[in-house]
C-alpha cells in the first residue's frame, strides 16, 4: 500500500517564498516607485516558468500600480498624452499572446535575463534620452508596441516605456503617476493572455493574497526606508542586482 505524501510542509514552504519575494520586490517600489514586476518575475523565474510567475505577479502589479496611477492629479492629462503608447502597449502584448506559455515559454527565462541586463546598464549608464514633444505622436505608439510584445514574452514591462516616459520632460510626480498607469495597462493586458492560456484562474487566489499584502507591506517599509537611506546609493545596488540576476537567468539553462 502506497504511502500517502504529506504536501503541507512544500506549500508553506513556497507559499513562504512567495511572501518573501513579494515583501522585497514591494520594500524596492516603496523606495523608488518602481521594480515590483521587474523584481518578482526575475526571483520568480528561477524556480518556476515565466507565465506562471507572471500569473502570480497579476493582483500584486495591478494593486499597488492602481494606488500610483490615481494617487495624484494629473492622470486626465497623461491619459490623452500617453493614449498612443498606452494603445501600443495593448496591441503589442495580445499579438505576443502564448510566448510566455506556449511552445516558446522555455526562451522566457533567457529574453527575461535579456530583459533585465539591458535595464540594469541603461540604469547604471548616465546616458538619458530626450523626445522633442513634436514626436511623441508617433514615437508613442512604437514604443508601446515594443514594450508590449516585451511584456508578452518576459512578464516584465518596463523596456523601453520607462525610458520614453523619462525622456519626454514629465515633473516628478507626473512621471510617478506615468509609471503607475503604464505598469496598470501593461498588468491588465497580460492579464487577458494569461486567462486565455489557462494559468490566471481561481485556484491561484491564496496565492495571489500571499503576494499582495507581502507586496503591501513591502512597499510600507520602503517608503519608510525612503526617508533615511540615500535614494541614489540604494537605485545603484538595485541595478547591479538586476545585472547580475540577469546574467543568471541566461546562463543557467545554458550550463543545464
Same mark, same amino acid.
Given at each position: 500500500m502506497a504511502h500517502a505524501v504529506n504536501v503541507r510542509p512544500m506549500l508553506d514552504f513556497a507559499a513562504l517564498i512567495i511572501a518573501a519575494v513579494f515583501l &522585497?520586490?514591494? %520594500?524596492?517600489?516603496? *523606495? %523608488?516607485?518602481?521594480?515590483?514586476?521587474?523584481?518578482? !518575475?526575475g526571483l520568480?523565474?528561477?524556480? !518556476?516558468?515565466?507565465? =506562471? @510567475? @507572471? @500569473? !502570480?505577479?497579476?493582483?500584486?502589479? &495591478? $494593486?499597488?500600480? /492602481?494606488?500610483q496611477m490615481v494617487g495624484g492629479p494629473y492622470l486626465r492629462g497623461l491619459l490623452k498624452r500617453l493614449a498612443g503608447m498606452l494603445a501600443g502597449v495593448c496591441i503589442g502584448t495580445w499579438l505576443g499572446a502564448g510566448w510566455l506559455t506556449g511552445p516558446y515559454a522555455r526562451f522566457g527565462a533567457i529574453a527575461l535575463g535579456l530583459s533585465l541586463i539591458v535595464y540594469a546598464v541603461l540604469g547604471l549608464s548616465a546616458v538619458r534620452f530626450k523626445v522633442p514633444h513634436d514626436k511623441e505622436a508617433w514615437l508613442g505608439p512604437i514604443v508601446g508596441l515594443l514594450t508590449g510584445l516585451i511584456t508578452a514574452a518576459t512578464g516584465v514591462f518596463v523596456i523601453p516605456a520607462i525610458v520614453y516616459l523619462q525622456g519626454i520632460g514629465l515633473e516628478k510626480e507626473e512621471l510617478v503617476q506615468a509609471l503607475g498607469l503604464s505598469f496598470t495597462i501593461s498588468t491588465v493586458a497580460l492579464s487577458f493572455n494569461l486567462i486565455g492560456a489557462g494559468v490566471l484562474n481561481v485556484s491561484? @487566489? $491564496?496565492?495571489?493574497?500571499?503576494? %499582495? *499584502? +507581502?507586496?503591501? +507591506?513591502? !512597499?510600507?517599509?520602503?517608503?519608510? *526606508?525612503?526617508?533615511? &537611506?540615500? =535614494?541614489?546609493? /540604494?537605485?545603484r545596488w538595485f541595478f547591479i542586482g538586476l545585472l547580475l540576476l540577469g546574467i543568471y537567468l541566461i546562463a543557467a539553462p545554458l550550463v543545464r
Open positions: &522585497l520586490a514591494g %520594500l524596492v517600489k516603496g *523606495v %523608488l516607485g518602481l521594480g515590483l514586476p521587474t523584481i518578482s !518575475m520568480l523565474a528561477i524556480a !518556476m516558468p515565466p507565465g =506562471q @510567475a @507572471a @500569473a !502570480m505577479l497579476v493582483v500584486p502589479s &495591478l $494593486a499597488t500600480n /492602481f494606488w491561484l @487566489a $491564496a496565492t495571489a493574497i500571499i503576494a %499582495l *499584502v +507581502a507586496a503591501l +507591506a513591502g !512597499m510600507w517599509i520602503g517608503q519608510v *526606508v525612503r526617508l533615511r &537611506l540615500e =535614494q541614489a546609493t /540604494f537605485r
